[in-house]
């Protein structure tokens, strides 16, 4: 579907802040804007599957306008629907998506060697992944979200970070201890490393390949980094990240595509906060554990900061929503240069509709004052 003339984009706020450009407000989105807190998310969804939702164009479509129309004139930004666990599957990996548990790997990657019976490994590492047959869906569902928006709003286009990818193929699922990831990279961590390439490599494709489809601007999670010590962090997640930042405006120069803004969000990991600022991307997004006035001292007008009110202020008083609303402006230098406002994280589904509207509201009248 790629190949198509969009329409003009007539908001293009969080493209000139991601780029460090004096804006008049600063731009705001929601990371899971298109969510199971709205109650027209379960309606479109039905009863299907939740990997079947991304695999479908149509639907995946249909869930990335839902904010944009409910909340519309307050969002500055639309993000696809779908999830950062495309990639392992595209990787011949089978993800469930199992309901109240989450993700569910029937077949871990549980060891970095072939044995008797299992090349699991080797398997993975040989496999020569066909970005637009096997993530087609995707792009797809990118490409028809951008006729659809009409150019109301930038479309964000994402993939999961190696290191929390990793982490994600050897647990089998989501996990508290780590116990198995950690293994592998003290382990095993020349075979962690290689994998932890294959990975990157397959993320910038990936990521070259949404642009072409029509994203405007992407975002690396690297939800599990803050799993991670510093001295760690260095090793299994900072020079994927740094490899992805400067790999794919390459890839993009070669597809005869311009350079897009590129976000990280290392969420857990303030120790690496100047790392990251040096990392090449343009933005980093900060979660509710870092001092809006701290990291901009670190930042040094180096990278736009993305962030980072605490999801949990949305099940607080307005007057609660309001003052997290005005020390984030505050915090980050009144909020017209080097900000684009959003959570510290995910909406969490038990929140009220009409308190994420009053918390975007506000971010439009504080932070445009």
């Not at 696809?80 to 990639?87: N, R, T």
């Not at 994402?158 to 050897?170: D, E, I, K």
Request: hydrophobic share 40%.
């Amino acid at each position: 579907m790629a190949g198509n003339n969009f329409e003009p984009l007539r908001n293009d706020l969080i493209l000139r802040a991601a780029t460090g450009k004096h804006v008049d407000r600063p731009p705001v989105w929601v990371m899971r804007q298109a969510g199971r807190y709205l109650p027209d998310y379960h309606k479109i969804k039905g009863g299907r599957d939740f990997f079947a939702c991304c695999r479908s164009p149509e639907i995946a479509c249909a869930l990335t306008l839902l904010p944009i129309d409910i909340y519309d004139g307050l969002l500055d930004a639309a993000i696809i629907f779908s999830d950062i666990l495309v990639i392992p599957q595209a990787l011949g990996m089978v993800v469930e998506m199992v309901e109240g548990k989450g993700p569910h790997f029937p077949r871990r990657l549980e060891r970095p060697r072939a044995t008797e019976g299992d090349r699991q490994y080797d398997e993975i590492m040989e496999k020569d992944v066909d970005v637009k047959k096997e993530l087609g869906y995707v792009l797809d569902a990118i490409t028809l979200t951008r006729q659809k928006l009409g150019g109301r709003v930038p479309l964000i286009g994402f993939c999961g970070a190696p290191w929390t990818l990793l982490s994600y193929m050897v647990e089998g699922g989501g996990t508290k201890l780590f116990i198995t990831a950690k293994t592998w990279i003290y382990k095993h961590p020349e075979e962690s490393k290689r994998l932890l390439q294959k990975i990157a490599d397959l993320c910038v494709e990936f990521l070259a390949q949404q642009v072409v489809a029509g994203a405007q601007m992407i975002q690396v999670f690297d939800s599990w980094a803050g799993e991670l010590s510093p001295t760690s962090f260095k090793s299994f997640a900072l020079p994927y990240l740094k490899h992805i930042a400067s790999a794919l405006p390459k890839r993009l120069g070669e597809l005869k595509q311009g350079r897009v803004p590129m976000t990280v969000f290392a969420k857990g990991a303030w120790y690496a906060l100047d790392d990251l600022c040096g990392s090449g991307f343009d933005v980093v997004s900060l979660d509710w554990l870092q001092d809006p006035a701290e990291a901009m001292k670190v930042a040094q007008g180096r990278v736009t900061l993305q962030g980072n009110a605490d999801p949990g202020i949305l099940y607080g008083t307005k007057e609660a929503i309001t003052n997290v609303v005005e020390e984030m402006v505050v915090g980050f230098g009144g909020g017209k240069q080097g900000w684009i406002a959003n959570l510290g994280h995910g909406i969490t589904p038990l929140v009220q509709p009409e308190d994420l509207r009053f918390f975007l509201e506000e971010i439009h009248r504080i932070g445009g004052r």
